[in-house]
Each structure stands twice: as C-alpha cells, then as structure tokens.
C-alpha cells in the first residue's frame, strides 16, 4: 500500500511546524534511537483552556511527519477536554488512511500532544500526578502496534498477563507471539522502550510461548 | 529511458535496449530447446554453448563449471545447501560474516536449525572482514565458509584472493563459495586466481535480463542436489528455463566486458563525482564504508545527520528520483540496516543513511540535479528536527 494524497499534503507541506517561542507546554516522545521523535509545544488559553496555538518538530518518516501536521490542526482551537479525545487513529482516518507496517508512526505524535497535554494540566494544577499502576503500563501497550495489521497489541489480544511488582519495580508481560514472527522482536523492544521512561519500572520481563 | 534518475542499481538494473534485442529470436521463431538430435534442437545447442561461453569467459572458468539458474538466490540456494549436503558427514561448523547478503545470512539461520554450527565473524568499521578473522574461526569440523564480494550495503570489497589462501593452508578441505552479485561486472573477477569453489552472479544488475543467474561449480567440485527435476540438458538447472533469458545475460555480460576496465572507470569517476558533490554541497554527511580502491565502483553510502532516511526517500521520489535508505521505517521488518549496525554506525546514522548505487545509464548532470535535490531536501527536514534544532542552539551559545 502507497501512502495517500493526503498523507503526501501534509508530509510535503505541514501545518504548524517549528520550536515555539515562550510555550505554556511541551512534551517530547520517541528517541533518536528509535529512528522517530517527536516535539510538541502549547500555548493555552488560561481563562477558557483552550488549546490557542500548537507547534511541533519532527526526526522522523513521512507517516510521522504528515500524522504530527495534521493532528496538530485537529487540536488547535479545542478546549483540553476536546483535544484529550485525539487518538491516533482519528488522526490516521483524517489522513485517509496509512500502510499497516506504518501505523506505529501515528501512535507517536498523538502521544506526545497528549503527554503535552498531561503536562500542562499538571503544571497548572488542573490534576495530580498520576500514580503508576498496572492500568499504565495498559495504557502504553495500548499505544503499541503490530505492524502487520497496523492495530494495537490489546485490541488484537497479543497480551496475556500484565503485573506489576510494587516492591520491586519489576512489570512481568506475558505476549502471545510465536517465535517465527517476524515482529516479535520490534513488539518486545517498543514494549520497553515505552515503560523505561517511567522511574517506577526498574526491571521488564516479557514473556513468550514457549 | 524516461525521465526518472534512478541510483538503485544494486537492486535490479534497466536491461540494455542490445539486451532486449538479442532476446526477441528466443520469444518468437527460435523458441526450441536444445537437446533433440533435429535440426531445431541443434539449433538452440549451439546458441546455448555460446551463450554460456560468454559467461564463462567473462569469469576466466570453463564451459562445463558454468551453470544457468533462474537468479543470484537459486544459485545460491543450489551451491550452498549442495555442498553442506554433500558433506555433513564430515564436519558440522559453517563460517560466514554478520554483514553477508540476506541470501547467506538466512543460509545461515536455516542451517543452524539444521543443527550444524556457524560462526558470524565482525566486520571492522569500514565493513572488512580480515582473513585473519577466518583463520581464527577455522575448526576441525569446518566445512563450509561463505563470503559476499561485494558488500550489498555499502560496497566493500572482501579479499577473496587470501580467504582461499587461508583455506588452502587448512589441514583439510574447507569448501568456499562466494555472493558476486554485486562483485560481477564492477571488478576484474577470476575464479581460477581468486579460487573459490562456487560463485554466483545475476544477470539484471549488469542490465540484464531479471529471472536469469549462474552458478559456477569448480571442476570436481561435489555438490548434493537440491533441486530435483528434469534435466534437459547440462548445464542447466533442473526444468525448463528461458533460453531467450539466457541470450540476454550473455548480451548484457558482452557489453560490460567489451572494455570491463572502461565501464569501471565509468562508474569510478561518477561516484567520486558524487561523493565529492555530497560532501562539499550538504552539511553533516558522513561516508559510510571506504574510500576509493577498497570499495565497489558503482556504490556510494552516506549518513545525513539529525533527519529520517524514509522521509529523505520519499521526497526524492517526488522529483523522480530513486535511492535506497537504511532506515527502520523503510524496510518491512521495520529494522534498520543491519549491516551499518554491525559496522558499529548508531542508529541515527543508520536511520539516516542513503544508499546511491549507480550505472552506466547515470549521468554528471543527473547527479548535479540528485544532490542539489537533496541539499534542499535535507535543510527542509533539518528544520522540522528536533535533533538539528537542539545542536543549532548549542552552537548559538
């Protein structure tokens, strides 16, 4: 599958690109490790909590690019609340649509507006830290896509067991992927990627079938 | 040719209007199989000797240690599992290197599961791999070792030549068979100096027909067969393959060798056109691989720092051009370049790499246009990174 017209649009000519100057919020996400990261800057209006102007910088592909363009168009103007129901796939829709082995790159930039999002609501005292849980790490699996379907490893139920040892820091995993897929190792690796950001993960054990 | 500038040779090449011509008897009047003591059979028997013939000439081998295969990886396929078949019983250990051809590589993976044992050895950070290292690998039990050429990534020139000498001087027979896919037609290639036991090539890198390869198997070789199947004549392997193909390897290889060391110098005076260019036009570019002699004429490798190779790509595309990147987000594994990896690039700098690969049909004037393309192309991303913008603010301090 070629990427669509739109996904070009916006990959050639994003919206909202560039460092902001003096931001209310900034979230960043990925690494260079990884081949994609992205930045997302904020300014809110403080009376109404509206999302007035949002920016980004993008190291990544097109798909990563095009999806930060467009979701950033999608936020801007929303109040927070309305801007807190963006998913990456409203995004991949709104771009009509992107190859399955490139949905992963959407996940991305509707990550960082929310974490920016998050970040501000914290700042400001519009909510508390949250506390890790199990229904974190939940989260983050969520936001992790098996390339060959471009769905979520929850929603395609590739997770069998999640736990995490409050004591010692330790999350176990259990994942239903044969030894003979050719992602497992991708999966595994986002996996940790996105929990080794939390100080509370000290150690990750991810399980396969035997 | 239209008007797309195409630098991805080393995956397949535009066949040679000569090629395409030489090939049309073979689709039409001429469609016979040799072999039947008629006129007709006779007929394509002669075509078929020359056009092995060439091949074998253009290699320095004989005739009869030349095989035709449909492509490089069934040449691969028939030589690699023939020789660990033939002789499993007398050792178990296999060498090849991280940085071999995927051809190999999954050889490699598949005989392991067969339950014989390889050793991987290290390329250094230009992506050589010293026979010194071999040496050091060689056991009792070795059997078998494999070796790409010409690395398919980033064109380093493997020293064949001491890899046999290495072999020869072990205390028993170690059979040798070597990738040229990329080697063939970029370099001056002698099976009988350079003395590897088996070698395969392709045809559509050299402008040639795709679907078509060949194997050559040095006299007295022993492979086990692989493939079963009728055999319709020597030479040949198993089934019916395509003799108008074969007319079209054998064109495409006669017009590389009528003067080899020109298409060579051809193709050295446009990559060291376009690195220079790269290197002088576009900031934060660094060669992957060696420089001059060491590496393949027609491969130039770089990594552009702070930006995505996938992103880089398909701008590019946009103006009619095709190149190659290492990057994750490029392949279908979603795995950056393996062999940059394990020549110990980071992953910025395998995810930011681009692959020119060029041919006979490139010109100065299209790599004029490609690189200031990508000048462009690079300061466009270079804005949008995060990475850049972060390095501009440390300077600016």
Not at chain 1, 103 to 112: E, G, R
């Amino acid at each position: 599958m070629q990427y669509s017209e739109k996904v070009l649009q916006h990959f050639m000519h994003p919206q909202n690109v560039g460092e902001m100057e003096n931001p209310d919020a900034t979230a960043t996400e990925g690494s260079p490790a990884c081949g994609d990261q992205v930045t997302m800057y904020l300014k809110v209006d403080k009376e109404n909590l509206i999302i007035e102007d949002v920016s980004f910088l993008s190291y990544g592909c097109a798909s990563n690019i095009a999806t930060a363009s467009i979701i950033t168009e999608m936020a801007k103007g929303k109040s927070l609340e309305e801007a807190k129901k963006i998913t990456w796939r409203d995004a991949m829709e709104a771009l009509d649509g992107l190859p399955p082995v490139k949905a992963h790159c959407s996940v991305l930039a509707a990550d960082t507006l929310q974490t920016a999002i998050s970040n501000y609501e914290i700042a400001h005292g519009l909510k508390e830290v949250p506390d890790f849980s199990k229904e974190t790490i939940i989260g983050e699996l969520k936001k992790i896509i098996y390339p060959q379907v471009g769905e979520d490893i929850i929603t395609l139920k590739m997770v069998k067991y999640v736990g995490f040892e409050e004591k010692t820091g330790e999350v176990l995993i259990d994942l239903n992927l044969m030894s003979f897929d050719q992602y497992r190792d991708n999966v595994a690796e986002e996996i940790r990627e996105h929990l080794q950001k939390y100080p509370e993960v000290k150690d990750i054990k991810i399980n396969f079938p035997s | 040719m239209n008007d797309r500038i195409y630098m991805d040779n080393c995956v397949t090449s535009a066949m040679a209007p000569e090629v395409l011509e030489a090939m049309k008897p073979y689709f039409g009047e001429e469609f016979w199989y040799p072999g039947s003591f008629v006129s007709t059979g006779e007929a394509s028997s002669a075509a078929f000797e020359g056009f092995r013939e060439v091949i074998a000439d253009a290699l320095n081998a004989a005739p009869q240690e030349i095989t035709f295969t449909s492509g490089g990886t069934i040449a691969n396929n028939i030589a690699l599992k023939g020789l660990a078949l033939a002789h499993s019983g007398e050792g178990r250990h296999i060498i090849c290197s991280t940085v071999d051809y995927p051809d190999l590589l999954t050889h490699a993976a598949y005989f392991e599961k067969m339950g014989f044992e390889v050793t991987y050895l290290e390329p250094d950070e230009l992506g050589f791999v010293s026979a010194q290292k071999l040496k050091d690998a060689i056991r009792d039990d070795t059997i078998l070792f494999m070796s790409t050429m010409v690395n398919h990534v980033v064109g380093t020139i493997q020293p064949i030549g001491e890899y046999s000498q290495v072999l020869a001087a072990a205390n028993h027979k170690i059979w040798f068979h070597v990738d040229a896919g990329q080697a063939f037609g970029k370099l001056h290639l002698d099976v009988k100096a350079l003395g590897m036991d088996t070698l395969s090539v392709s045809a559509h890198k050299i402008h040639g027909p795709q679907g078509i390869g060949a194997l050559y198997v040095k006299k007295g070789s022993r492979l086990g067969a692989y493939i079963h199947g009728i055999k319709r004549f020597e030479g040949v392997q198993p089934g019916g393959l395509s003799l108008a193909a074969m007319a079209g390897f054998a064109k495409a290889v006669e017009i590389v060798y009528k003067d080899l060391d020109g298409s060579i110098k051809q193709l050295r005076e446009l990559s060291d056109y376009l690195l220079e260019q790269l290197e002088s036009q576009i900031e934060y570019v660094e060669l992957n691989g060696p420089r001059g002699e060491g590496r393949a004429c027609h491969n130039i490798n770089v990594s552009l720092d702070f930006i995505e190779g996938e992103a880089i790509t398909i701008m590019l595309d946009m103006h009619k051009i095709t190149v190659a990147t290492g990057s994750a987000c490029a392949s279908q594994g979603l795995k950056p370049s393996y062999v940059l990896l394990a020549m110990g690039k980071n992953q910025v700098q395998a995810h930011g790499s681009m692959k020119f690969t060029l041919s006979r049909y490139n010109t100065k004037e299209q790599i004029d246009f490609t690189v200031a393309k990508l000048k462009e192309i690079a300061a466009i991303l270079r804005e949008r990174s995060p990475l850049y913008n972060a390095i501009k603010k440390k300077q600016e301090k």
